[in-house]
């Protein structure tokens, strides 16, 4: 347990120079060249899922790594499988998942010094989760036209409240709009043309 203690304090930092670090690794960033995509081949990707391996074993995790079919050509797509130690690999609200997917995808950055995009999965969680939020804001969208009222929906991260706006941008009877900063930042289902009724005396 100490092992997998210690490999997720190295995966997601903290400590005093957290933030000092961070705000380095920005600049830096500002300062370097944008970089080339990856052009993704088989020999990348049997890469990609051997590196990945290597990292949940590390983890001390019995799980597989199967390869999937990709949204688009330039994009590695991986699943991770298992019956056990799933949530460990999920994380709350898929925290971890979204860890191990920007550390494969800086892994094989840095390997092919050019820029790699990674889609990884851990038993159809991101599926799952994304037709959840779809039910939800077509429901929101429901209520907020029945009933004439703006409906605020759970903080997302900026994935999940773009699939909100894509999922309802042409529902004529209702828009939406972002509100909050940072992990609070919330999607507001509203009306469209929204006017609050006041009471009659």
Not at 46 to 62: F, G, Y
Request: glycine residues 6%; negative net charge; charged residues 30%.
């Amino acid at each position: 347990m100490s092992g997998k203690k210690g490999f997720f304090s190295s995966l997601f930092g903290g400590g005093e120079n957290a933030a000092e670090n961070t705000t380095t690794e920005l600049v830096e960033k500002e300062a370097r060249p944008q970089r080339e995509t990856l052009e993704v081949t088989p020999a990348i990707v049997d890469n990609a899922r051997l590196t990945l391996l290597d990292i949940l074993k590390t983890m001390e995790l019995d799980v597989d790594v199967a390869v999937k079919e990709a949204s688009s050509e330039n994009t590695i797509a991986l699943e991770i499988t298992g019956a056990e130690d799933l949530g460990i690999v999920i994380g709350k609200a898929g925290g971890t998942l979204y860890a191990l997917q920007l550390l494969l995808s800086n892994i094989l950055s840095k390997k092919y010094q050019k820029k790699a995009f990674v889609h990884l999965d851990a038993n159809d969680y991101k599926v799952k989760q994304e037709q959840a939020i779809i039910a939800a804001a077509n429901d929101a969208a429901d209520v907020a036209e029945r009933e004439n009222v703006q409906i605020v929906l759970d903080p997302m991260n900026s994935a999940e409240r773009r699939l909100v706006h894509t999922v309802l941008q042409n529902r004529e009877g209702v828009e939406t709009f972002s509100r909050g900063v940072g992990r609070t930042r919330q999607v507001v289902v509203s009306p469209r043309g929204f006017k609050k009724e006041t009471p009659r005396e």
